[in-house]
């Protein structure tokens, strides 16, 4: 059998486009993040995104890409993500086996971002694959093809995960945590939350104040069994469908509070902070 090792060619272009940044995405900083962002792609270190859901990682990686004019390739990791999933494998095409760049193997070569998200999701021994990358090493071995990729300095590896998740089970190793700089990213203040939303849906100030509000109260539930309140995603998109025309109150339980739990003392809690806000 033939056997084509087609990732020792460059990266074609056209794989690199879909995965660019064309147009600035936005993102208001909350603090220095983008500062220490952008010094630790200087130093050549890797970043670590820890924060609650909805709250900026993914769109600060977004923009952080087209700041740094450098692809992004994300991948969302789960609990069947293997190593070969993120540096490759031979694949049967009639009669040859063509390797098949994973996408941190197309990272490292093309110089782009990698962003591992929720990366506590992904299987023990598939996070020791990034190890030779967050040292001084910055080193790929790919085994199959028995080939050492050294990482370029344009390239970058960006992980994140939800704390309010973290488990025995589910935790980074010491020896996983300690390769990164670290930044901590929590839902914004009122005020800049209610800029974001503004600026995100155009929809009238006065509504967004109390959507941000009901947001707030529900994260004061955390203490009393509900797992996460409301992320500034779920306020943007409860403000999109009461621009669509659903009203208020329905699109507050639909778009926001039905994605909370499915407690039904909960939902009755919740239920009432609408009818008190609305």
Known sequence: MKTQLECLKPPCECKLDEHRISSEPFFLPQSNEIEIALAASKNLFPLLLKGPTGCGKTRFMQYLAWRLNRPLITVSCHDDLSAADLVGRYLIKGCEAIWQDGPLTLAVRAGAICYLDEIVEARKDTTVVIHPLTDDRRELPIEKLGVLYNAPDEFMLAVSYNPGYQ????????????????????????????????????????????????????????????????????????????????????????????????????????????????
């Open 167 to 278: 488990s025995v089970l589910k935790d980074l190793k010491p020896s996983t945590r300690q390769r990164f700089v670290s930044l901590h990213f929590d839902y914004p203040k009122a005020e800049l939350e209610q800029e974001i939303v503004i600026r995100e849906t155009g929809i009238d100030k006065k509504l967004v104040v109390q959507l941000v509000k009901l947001a707030t109260m529900t994260r004061s539930l955390k203490e009393s069994g509900l797992a996460e309140g409301a992320s500034t995603r779920l306020i943007i998109q409860t403000a999109r469908l009461i621009e669509s025309g659903i009203d208020t109150v329905s699109a507050c339980r639909v778009g926001m509070i039905e994605s909370l739990t499915d407690d039904s003392e909960l939902l009755v809690a919740l239920d009432e902070m609408i009818l008190s806000i609305f």
